[in-house]
């Protein structure tokens, strides 16, 4: 029951626009710190993008200015607006909280191409 569903990758162009949604199952995204990651073909699982309870918003350096974290309530669901869109940015995204839910694994992410 508690579990966290991305949606809304895809292939877009460089310089392009994409939004992912997270949607939660099971607890409050309100309450709750929320984390997008990314991981692409044959190196590890890095933080892109977080938000806390409050509201406040943290950003990995190569997307800070670019990607935005938010949240609405009311959906339940956690979003990462992508613009001006880079080909290293290519990666499978997934979402996460550091909060003991009972998530016991990852989700299967969502799968952004960006092409050149």
């Known amino acids: 029951q508690v579990q966290l569903v991305e949606s809304g990758g895809g292939l877009v162009q460089a310089g392009g626009s994409l939004r992912l949604s997270c949607a939660a199952f099971?607890?409050?995204?309100?309450?709750?710190?929320m984390r997008w990651y990314r991981q692409a073909p044959g190196k590890q699982r890095d933080l892109v993008a977080a938000?806390?309870?409050?509201?406040?918003?943290n950003y990995e350096d190569s997307v800070k200015g670019r990607f935005t974290i938010s949240r609405d309530n009311a959906k339940n669901t956690v979003y990462l607006q992508m613009n001006t869109m880079k080909p290293e940015d290519t990666a499978v995204y997934y979402c996460?909280?550091?909060?003991?839910?009972?998530?016991?694994?990852w989700g299967k992410g969502t799968l952004v191409t960006v092409s050149s």
């Open positions: 996460n909280t550091p909060r003991d839910y009972g998530i016991n694994s």
């Open positions: 099971g607890f409050r995204v309100s309450n709750s710190p």
């Open positions: 938000i806390t309870s409050d509201g406040s918003t």
